[in-house]
């Protein structure tokens, strides 16, 4: 089956460092993948869409330029958090879409990546 | 926009025993998606559901999406240990839109 990889699974980092998350198609292209943040014990909330070869859109209260979006490929979006502080602590999950099936078919999701910031 | 409501928001049940988990929509659904996660891990997707009436098993999981569209259940049967965990149905007018998620469901299996 399709399969969403992350990197890192976790990282710490100090207050004010950027932070780079990946996220790839292993098997399959994408054209489009999402990024979500979670909460604690809350549900996931969509961070922006990132689009391959343009600009990533951003949901409202999403700073575009704390989180920086590149979809430089078909197979790889990144999330770069910059200056990060301890209320960026969270976990990060992508999802992305096999641009081959239909448009209703399903999302797969990346395992996340635990991004804690002392 | 559309809404996701779950319920019962937490669930505590012997093992053994079969329970159900509801998700309402507040427009109709065009897809319905439901995912497990462990806390602090990545979703694990269980079933897809797109067509009024539909009903989906996997294991001892079954999903069912009624015939307006706008509910759908999730059904485990003589639950284990391992079914513990969140429970989220997500649902997106199509694979091009992100998902809206509900704020799911924790269960807890209790021997």
């Known amino acids: 089956g399709a399969v969403v990889s992350q990197h890192p699974s976790r990282v710490i980092c100090k207050s004010g460092t950027s932070v780079k998350i990946e996220c790839r198609s292993l098997d399959f292209q994408a054209t489009t993948m999402f990024w979500y943040r979670q909460f604690p014990k809350k549900s996931l909330m969509l961070m922006a869409t990132?689009?391959?070869?343009?600009?990533?859109?951003?949901e409202q209260g999403v700073e575009k330029d704390k989180f920086l979006i590149n979809h430089a490929s078909l197979t790889l979006s990144t999330l770069t958090v910059t200056s990060a502080h301890p209320e960026d602590s969270s976990f990060y999950i992508c999802?992305?879409?096999?641009?081959?099936?239909?448009?209703?078919?399903?999302?797969?999701f990346g395992p996340g990546t635990r991004l804690t910031v002392l | 926009s559309q809404e996701l409501e779950q319920s019962p928001q937490s669930l505590i049940v012997q093992e053994g025993k079969n329970l159900t988990i509801n998700c309402t929509s507040s427009?109709?659904?065009?897809?319905l998606y439901w995912y497990k996660q462990k806390y602090g891990e990545g979703l694990i997707f269980l079933m897809m559901l797109q067509k009024g009436g539909e009903e989906k098993s996997h294991e001892k999981i079954t999903a069912k999406l009624d015939e307006k569209k706008q509910q759908s259940s999730l059904h485990i049967t003589a639950s284990q240990p391992s079914h513990a965990g969140i429970y989220l149905c997500g649902a997106g007018p199509s694979g091009n839109t992100p998902l809206v998620f509900g704020k799911g469901t924790r269960l807890s299996v209790i021997a």
């Open positions: 427009k109709t659904l065009y897809g």
């Open positions: 999802s992305a879409r096999d641009r081959r099936l239909a448009v209703t078919d399903t999302q797969y």
């Open positions: 990132s689009n391959e070869g343009s600009k990533a859109t951003y």
